[in-house]
């Protein structure tokens, strides 16, 4: 199967002013993440990450976590600190209007795309084994008649807020593998999975408008 004909920009470029929010932006969005996680988000380079963040873990705004997985996470101060500066470059964007109007398109995405995810995981009550390619492949068929709404949102939405430029790329890339027949690309978590990308731009848009999670949203 094709992946449907979308244009997609390419990462905005975090300038000096945007690259300490970004980089703790994406440690909001995700919740915990590696220096290489974070730069594969933002587009820059893992050494101008890894100093960031090492200065922001110096100033209180997020704690770095060792051991077999190693990252960083906000603090509460950071968290503060992250909304506050989220919420100035929003106004100095005057992207309010389009972040809500993509947040209430999400939302509607959001019920079909949660139904995928269950259907692909689950077949008759218990774990889909992905041993039958045709059950899989409708699955499939309907990801991609939602696919192209998921890009053309975000791809929108980047012309008022550049930084939703991350997500056209992330999304066409899990859909291509997808496509090629690797069903960890679908919803496996932390494997830069449909899924995971879906679920950091759904967090990204309520922590933009500064939202809590509603019944509409599901859970």
């Known amino acids: 199967m094709s992946a449907p004909n979308t244009a997609v920009p390419t990462n905005p470029v975090t300038t000096a002013e945007t690259m300490r929010l970004h980089c703790l932006h994406v440690l909001r969005?995700?919740?915990?993440?590696?220096?290489?996680?974070?730069?594969?988000?933002?587009?820059?380079?893992?050494?101008?990450?890894?100093?960031?963040?090492?200065?922001?873990?110096?100033?209180?705004?997020?704690?770095?976590?060792?051991?077999?997985?190693?990252?960083?996470?906000?603090?509460?101060?950071?968290?503060?600190?992250?909304?506050?500066?989220?919420?100035?470059?929003?106004?100095?964007?005057?992207?309010?209007?389009?972040?809500?109007?993509a947040d209430a398109t999400f939302v509607e995405l959001n019920g079909p795309f949660k139904?995928?995810?269950?259907?692909?995981?689950?077949?008759?009550?218990?774990?889909?084994?992905?041993?039958?390619?045709?059950?899989?492949?409708?699955?499939v068929d309907r990801l991609a008649e939602l696919h192209p709404a998921a890009v053309r949102l975000t791809t929108e939405l980047a012309r008022a807020v550049p930084r939703y430029g991350w997500y056209p790329p992330r999304l066409e890339n899990a859909w291509r593998r997808i496509s090629n027949g690797e069903a960890r690309a679908f919803t496996s978590p932390m494997a830069d999975s449909y899924h995971d990308t879906w679920m950091a731009l759904h967090q990204d848009l309520m922590s933009t408008l500064g939202r809590q999670r509603s019944a509409n949203d599901g859970h």
Do not use: K, M
Not at 74 to 79: E, I, S, V
Not at 115 to 139: M, S
């Open 29 to 101: 969005i995700a919740g915990f993440a590696s220096p290489t996680a974070v730069a594969g988000f933002t587009g820059l380079d893992v050494g101008t990450v890894e100093a960031e963040l090492d200065a922001a873990t110096e100033a209180e705004l997020c704690v770095r976590r060792d051991g077999r997985i190693a990252g960083h996470a906000l603090t509460a101060a950071g968290r503060a600190w992250h909304a506050e500066e989220l919420a100035a470059e929003l106004e100095r964007l005057g992207g309010r209007s389009a972040v809500e109007a």
């Open 115 to 139: 139904q995928l995810c269950t259907d692909w995981q689950v077949r008759d009550g218990a774990p889909n084994d992905h041993g039958d390619p045709g059950y899989d492949r409708q699955i």
